[in-house]
């Protein structure tokens, strides 16, 4: 086995493992300090304003730390989830090329995936910790805390239907994109592994999308966060929790099918620069995804305004309800 190839190897990986090792340790860190309020003031009023909780007047400090309890509490899990989900990534790989004597590292397109496979980690990793910090959030919640408004929650209370089929049509799009591409460019030799990897990245993106859209409607349905003493505040800060979580994931999905664009462009751009229909459709691709994104980069500003029934559009001066 040709050692260069480890050279090469071996910074990425550090760097992964790294980034990974960060993700749990802010994990870590965030329920360590889930006792002491360690939110950004400015940013939280602005929060509390938009979302109801209190007016401008109001004093801060008690809701504050209130919110910043739970919000560690739920935030812990994620970071720990999403670290070990990266490093699991970084193993397994690094296995693979162990027990492969070094091929794995020799094929660009097995790195390339390596990226993708990463992004694609972190998202469930996360999700599933996020529901978990739910939980505990709601069983350390204030005992004999009660409030009125128990209706049954949907996740388009929280989260346009736009944001659900835009990126799914996404991913629907491309995979039409592979199985047109035979037919406008020829077939390829059965061994031609960029296109059988991209296949495998996309059925892997359309599982994960799934099982996000999944974990959204999981945390919609979860009980209620009794926060504060008073029922009106407490309804709302647990709608401002629930919707940042949801636009936090929802931002994830959109991260992950950025990700698998430029590995599959990077992968197959020699077969799409022979056609003008495929580069021009993988372009209006990009262009639907960019357009979510701006739009998911403003919610999550505002706490995770994603266009529904009780959140609207972060556009719009205050939420719906």
Request: charged share 15%; proline share 5%.
């Amino acid at each position: 086995m040709d050692t260069s190839y480890w050279v090469y190897f071996m910074p990425p990986a550090v760097i992964v493992t790294g980034w990974g090792i960060n993700f749990l340790l802010s994990g870590i860190r965030s329920y360590r300090q889930r006792d002491r309020c360690v939110l950004n003031e400015a940013c939280w009023r602005k929060r509390f304003r938009v979302w109801r909780v209190l007016n401008a007047e109001a004093d801060i400090t008690p809701v504050l730390k209130d919110m910043g309890y739970a919000w560690n509490t739920i935030q812990a899990p994620a970071g720990i989830c999403g670290g070990l989900a990266i490093l699991l990534v970084v193993l397994v790989y690094t296995v693979g090329a162990l027990l492969s004597h070094g091929a794995l590292l020799l094929n660009n397109a097995y790195m390339d995936m390596l990226w993708a496979l990463i992004f694609l980690a972190i998202l469930p990793g996360c999700a599933c910790g996020y529901s978990i910090g739910f939980r505990h959030a709601r069983r350390n919640a204030r005992r004999g805390v009660t409030y009125g408004d128990l209706r049954r929650r949907r996740l388009t209370d929280y989260r346009s239907p736009l944001l659900r089929w835009v990126p799914g049509l996404i991913i629907f799009y491309n995979i039409c994109l592979l199985f047109v591409m035979p037919h406008l460019l020829g077939p390829v030799s059965p061994l031609y592994a960029p296109e059988r990897m991209v296949g495998v990245l996309l059925l892997l993106l359309l599982v994960t999308f799934l099982a996000a859209e999944v974990l959204m409607a999981r945390v919609t349905l979860l009980p209620r966060l009794l926060i504060t003493s008073d029922p009106v505040i407490a309804q709302h800060a647990d709608d401002l929790l629930r919707a940042t979580v949801i636009g936090r994931i929802q931002l994830g999905v959109l991260i992950e099918i950025g990700v698998s664009l430029c590995v599959q462009w990077q992968l197959l751009y020699q077969r799409f620069l022979s056609s003008p229909v495929l580069w021009l459709g993988l372009l209006f691709a990009f262009a639907l995804w960019l357009a979510c994104l701006v739009v998911l980069i403003l919610a999550t500003r505002e706490g995770g305004r994603l266009g529904g029934a009780i959140t609207g559009w972060p556009w719009r001066p205050t939420v719906m309800s």
